[in-house]
């Protein structure tokens, strides 16, 4: 595996970390801690499970386990009622601790074993492992901030009726190489 890898996954975290922000500000305080049922999540709660889980998997990644003793995962899923402030600060808590490892982690360190639950992992595995559950989440913030905000919802990506004129605008642009997040860069909103 090449830096190219540890580029591309770094950008691709990057991403789902702005659509969950992006999600965030369409929504009130309230709408941040409101379930749809007691078996459902709310925000808050899906915020609270991201951060204790990034911060368990990527803190001291190469001489502790990645679930780590003082995490308490069953707690990330009681109801919480943070203020936004709170809520925002978890969230990037944990962000920062997992960007932060891949800023630090070199090709070299890809095929090293880590553990997570005595289970071991190349670092990639471990990284891929993450970037299918991460988005998982952030997937279901989105979905209930479309549900909450119904139409006046802001669309994150390609807005409903403007399929063509995107891919208009993407293929009258010459073949060049380009990662699929860099269009949707905090720099370039």
């Known amino acids: 595996m090449t830096s190219d890898y540890l580029e591309s996954v770094k950008k691709q975290f990057a991403y789902y970390k702005i659509l969950g922000e992006k999600t965030f500000a369409q929504l009130t305080d309230e709408q941040l801690n409101w379930q749809y049922n007691a078996e459902s999540n709310s925000i808050a709660m899906i915020v609270n499970h991201l951060s204790g889980n990034m911060l368990s998997r990527w803190t001291d990644i190469f001489n502790a386990d990645g679930e780590k003793e003082w995490r308490n995962r069953e707690a990330e899923f009681t109801v919480i009622n943070p203020g936004r402030a709170e809520l925002i600060e978890r969230w990037n808590r944990g962000w920062e601790c ?20 005595n289970m071991g992992h190349t670092v990639a595995e471990a990284i891929n492992r993450q970037l299918a559950h991460y988005p998982y989440h952030v997937g279901q913030i989105v979905f209930i901030g479309k549900m909450l905000c119904n139409e006046n919802w802001s669309s994150l990506s ?32």
């Open 98 to 117: 997992l960007l932060g490892v891949l800023e630090q982690l070199t090709a070299d360190d890809l095929d090293r074993i880590i553990y997570i639950r």
């Open 158 to 189: 390609i807005p409903r009726g403007k399929s063509e004129a995107y891919n208009a605008d993407k293929f009258a642009k010459e073949k060049h190489r380009e990662h699929f997040t860099d269009e949707f860069s905090d720099d370039k909103n």
